[in-house]
Nanobody, 115 residues
Framework: QVQLVESGGGLVQAGDSLRLSCSAS????????MGWYRQAPGKQRELVAT???????YYQTSVKGRFTISRDNAKNTVELIMNNLKPDDTAVYYC?????????WGQGTQVTVSS
């Protein structure tokens, strides 16, 4: 079982930056697949950025060049650095981890971008 806790969300203006952090309850050394989803009101949850099984990174097209995912295995954290935020980035952001075949989720952190 993996417990994940997100932090770093908030209310910002368009063009601002935010850093989201996801802390895992245990070691993430053996959990390659970890990343971030988001869900806006009235929309389905969508993948934003993730580490793949080969530890490559994948980004949704709309965030490429603006968002950066990183991980620190020593601290058991995965971060999402979000630059040049847009109102369309407003959503609840969820961290996830896939140790084997089952996904574990955090409780989410709200990001609101005003125009």
């Amino acid at each position: 079982q993996v417990q994940l806790v997100e932090s770093g969300g908030g209310l910002v203006q368009a063009g601002d930056s935010l850093r989201l952090s996801c802390s895992a309850s245990g070691s993430i050394v053996n959990i390659n697949v970890m990343g971030w989803y988001r869900q806006a009101p009235g929309k389905q949850r969508e993948l934003v950025a993730t580490f793949t099984s080969s530890l490559d990174t994948y980004y949704q097209t709309s965030v490429k060049g603006r968002f950066t995912i990183s991980r620190d295995n020593a601290k058991n954290t995965v971060e999402l650095i979000m630059n040049n935020l847009k109102p369309d980035d407003t959503a609840v952001y969820y961290c996830y981890a896939r140790p084997k075949t089952r996904d574990f989720w955090g409780q989410g952190t709200q990001v609101t971008v005003s125009s």
